[in-house]
């Protein structure tokens, strides 16, 4: 009983781990990702601390706003990484021709 119990619990911290990393990789802070997935962010907390209090219902909200925020996040940085490239194209090509 004891190795299924740490078995368990090993499995709760893995899940809220991957909640956080998430969460992380999304650059949401727990207040916003709480506001926008409509959870209490004391039991949001709870849960990345490894003591489940989300039901699935709340963990399904909470998967949708992140899963959209990194979403956002990744066409936001798409977009830069565009801008910042076809600024420094420009750069090169003013240098060139005023030589």
Do not use: W
């Amino acid at each position: 009983m004891g190795r299924a119990v740490k078995q368990a619990v090993n499995g709760k911290c893995q899940a809220a781990l991957n909640l956080r990393g998430k969460r992380m990789a999304s650059e949401l802070s727990q207040a916003r990702l709480c506001n926008l997935a409509e959870v209490s962010r004391f039991k949001y907390q709870l849960h990345e601390q490894g003591f489940p209090r989300l039901n699935d219902d709340e963990i399904r909200r909470v998967l949708i706003v992140l899963e959209h925020a990194t979403k956002e996040a990744r066409s936001t940085a798409a977009a830069h990484e565009k801008l910042v490239a076809e600024r420094l194209r420009a750069e090169k090509e003013e240098a060139a021709a005023s030589q």
